[in-house]
């Protein structure tokens, strides 16, 4: 069982960074593939981020050279550094953990999550 607790989230303004934490619980976290996803307003929960047990990374087109996924397992912790955010990153968003290999890009593929952080990106 793995216990997974979002933060950072906050309203921002266009342009500007913000970095979600994920903290996970437990003694095995480097032994878990991790992941970021958000769900807008009636939209389809979709994939951000994924980085592996390795440390390899994957991201949707829609972030890829704005966001950064990264892990800290010393800390139980992964990342996810947003740069120039724009008004579409606005979601709640989710962070996962899988325990395949590799880096995980379907939802289908975590088995726990945390509850959520909510991004608004608004002027």
């Known amino acids: 069982q793995v216990l997974l607790v979002e933060s950072g989230g906050g309203l921002v303004q266009p342009g500007v960074s913000l970095r979600l934490s994920c903290v996970a619980s437990g003694r095995t976290f480097s032994t878990y593939a991790m992941g970021w996803f958000r769900q807008a307003p009636g939209k389809e929960r979709e994939f951000v981020a994924a980085?592996?047990?390795?440390?390899?990374?994957g991201y949707a087109d829609s972030v890829k050279g704005r966001f950064t996924i990264s892990r800290d397992n010393a800390k139980n912790t992964v990342f996810l550094q947003m740069n120039s955010l724009k008004p579409e990153d606005t979601a709640v968003y989710y962070c996962?953990?899988?325990?395949?290999?590799?880096?995980?890009?379907?939802?289908?593929?975590?088995?726990?999550w945390g509850p959520g952080t909510q991004v608004t990106v608004s002027s």
């Open positions: 980085i592996s047990r390795s440390g390899s990374t």
């Open positions: 996962a953990a899988s325990q395949s290999w590799g880096t995980i890009t379907t939802d289908r593929g975590y088995q726990y």
